[in-house]
């Protein structure tokens, strides 16, 4: 009996270590033939020529502040529903801008476009489950690709996005623009600064009641994606910046992450309520969230709902070791106050906090080195989420003509996107502990700290 005893609690023992042991997420050898395009630099291009795919709500914006873009050119449009890709060429001509060339009427009319000859990017704003087939068809003929959020949403897409980026060197970017709001500029200018210390913690989130649009997406495809997918769908708007603030796969990497979810208590009333008949295996959670430890022990919180009335948050809070930044739900910002050649440890507990207009105006003190007063005129004009688009589409094109690295590269894309497979794998296997891949396979620690680049 006390035998049986001892072999029962040492096989429970086993269990619950192998239990919390993080699953190992394998890294693909890379194929021969190939190296990192960590850092890639293309021939500079005098007016970069676009092709867009997917004209829907995001679609159509894209092509009109690309028009706005000094060297940008829309000369292809692409949508499988004619009607779109007709207001946006009389979008187009509404700006003096010359016809574009027209795809549309088949669900693939999307490879003619990567196949014209005189096209140089290929911008795609379709729902998720063409982003990745029209971007390897688009790399593997020869263009450059600017993808929309979330890029991928599975591990096998993820790779073959890095390895078709790496097999052909071209430039595979995700439009994250949340990277290029006002306050995150700032914020990343701050922190650069040294003003609050070494950044430890950061969280991001997505926090969106998307309740007034879920029937406005072509063909329910949002929703779809939230019934047959668990896991944080949406996270790459709340880990972008925050990566670039902790400087991923520029010193530090994601090592391991833990997610957990709730029960979809809304969504699968959501079904209900949309197509009159309930939805009993509604898959994603109201509200998920992921846990990341980097390398260098710092961590960062990322969550996602889109489910429940609620403000729109981002979260964006940066914790440092000497002071904090946070976005929501009121800019806040607060410094250790030292006083001139005092030793730190003598001024713990004595920090002083700005709110709202105060905390607005001392972050102007750090001024992102991409902006300046015109471009930030302009993009205010131009607008997209209050302009942060327009710098997005400026900073791609501004790169692409002058032959430089892009500020969001393949890897950045990988890194912000594994979260939805790898909270997933987590959620379904207990909210055990998964490995994050490194997907520069050894290069992470290569550069030193985020930077933008410039021509000279
Ligand atoms: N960055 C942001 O702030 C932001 C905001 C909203 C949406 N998005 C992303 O933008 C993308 C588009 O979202 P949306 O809101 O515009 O959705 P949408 O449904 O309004 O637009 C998608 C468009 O793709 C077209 N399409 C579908 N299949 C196609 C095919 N085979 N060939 C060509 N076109 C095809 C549809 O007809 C539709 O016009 C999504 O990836 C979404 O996650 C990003």
Same mark, same amino acid.
């Given at each position: ?8 609690? &040492? ?12 699953? #190992? ?54 949508? !499988? ?30 490879? &003619? ?23 390897? *068809? ?7 690709? &600017? ?15 890095? +390895? ?26 701050? %922190? ?7 950044? !430890? ?7 969106? +009641? ?15 994606? +939230? =019934?047959?997918?668990?896991? $944080? ?11 670039? %603030? ?5 010193? $530090? ?32 959670? $109201?509200?998920?969230?992921?846990? !990341?430890?980097?390398?260098?022990? @710092? ?16 979260? *964006? =809070? ?7 930044? &946070?976005? *929501? ?9 030292? @006083? ?9 507990? #004595? ?18 080195? !991409? ?17 942060? $688009? ?40 207990? +909210? ?19 930077? *933008?680049?410039?021509?000279?």
């Amino acid at each position: 009996m006390k035998r049986l005893f001892l072999l029962i609690t &040492a096989v429970l023992l086993v269990a619950a270590c192998n239990n919390s042991r993080p699953i #190992k997420v394998p890294v693909p050898a890379r194929p021969a033939g190939q190296v990192n395009v960590l850092g890639l630099t293309c021939d500079p291009l005098e007016t970069v020529r676009i092709g867009v795919v997917g004209l829907g709500m995001r679609g159509e914006d894209a092509v009109v502040r690309l028009s706005y873009v000094p060297g940008a050119v829309v000369t292809a449009l692409c949508d !499988i529903v004619p009607e779109r890709v007709t207001a946006s060429q009389q979008a187009l001509a509404g700006l003096g801008k010359p016809a574009a060339r027209e795809y549309t009427g088949a669900d693939d009319a999307w490879k &003619a476009l990567c196949e014209q000859e005189d096209l140089d990017l290929v911008y795609i704003c379709t729902d998720w489950s063409h982003h990745v087939p029209v971007a390897l *068809y688009a790399m593997n003929h020869g263009k450059h690709v &600017a993808v929309e959020v979330p890029a991928a949403g599975t591990l096998e897409d993820i790779w073959a996005l890095v +390895n078709t980026a790496e097999r052909t060197r071209k430039h595979c970017i995700m439009l994250e623009n949340c990277c290029y709001d006002f306050f995150e500029l700032s914020t990343l200018a701050m %922190v650069q600064s040294g003003a609050i210390g070494e950044p !430890i913690h950061a969280e991001g989130a997505y926090l969106h +009641n998307l309740d007034p649009y879920w029937t406005r997406y072509q063909g329910n495809w949002r929703l779809q994606e +939230n =019934q047959k997918h668990r896991g $944080d769908l949406y996270p790459t708007h709340g880990l972008g910046p925050v990566c670039q %603030v902790l400087n991923i796969h520029r010193g $530090d990497r994601m090592k391991t992450l833990v997610a957990m979810d709730t029960e979809p208590f809304n969504g699968g009333r959501l079904s209900e309520r949309l197509y009159d008949k309930p939805d009993e295996t509604f898959a994603a959670g $109201d509200q998920t969230c992921t846990l !990341i430890r980097t390398e260098k022990g @710092k961590t960062i919180l990322v969550e996602h709902c889109v489910m429940t009335p609620r403000p729109y948050s981002r979260l *964006y =809070q940066v914790v440092g070791t000497d002071g904090y930044a &946070a976005k *929501y739900p009121v800019p806040m910002l607060c410094f250790r106050e030292f @006083k001139e050649g005092q030793d730190p440890a003598h001024s713990l507990g #004595k920090e002083k906090v700005y709110r709202n207009e105060l905390a607005r105006e001392r972050l102007a003190q750090y001024q992102s080195p !991409i902006l300046t007063p015109e471009l930030e005129a302009l993009a205010k004009e131009v607008g997209g989420h209050g302009g942060m $688009d327009y710098i997005m589409d400026y900073r791609m094109i501004y790169c692409l003509r002058n032959g430089l690295p892009m500020d969001i590269d393949v890897y950045d894309l990988a890194e912000w996107c594994c979260v939805t497979p790898l909270s997933r794998l987590s959620i379904e296997n207990g +909210n055990r502990p998964v490995e994050v891949p490194d997907f520069t396979r050894g290069a992470w620690n290569q550069k030193e700290g985020f930077s *933008y680049a410039f021509a000279e």
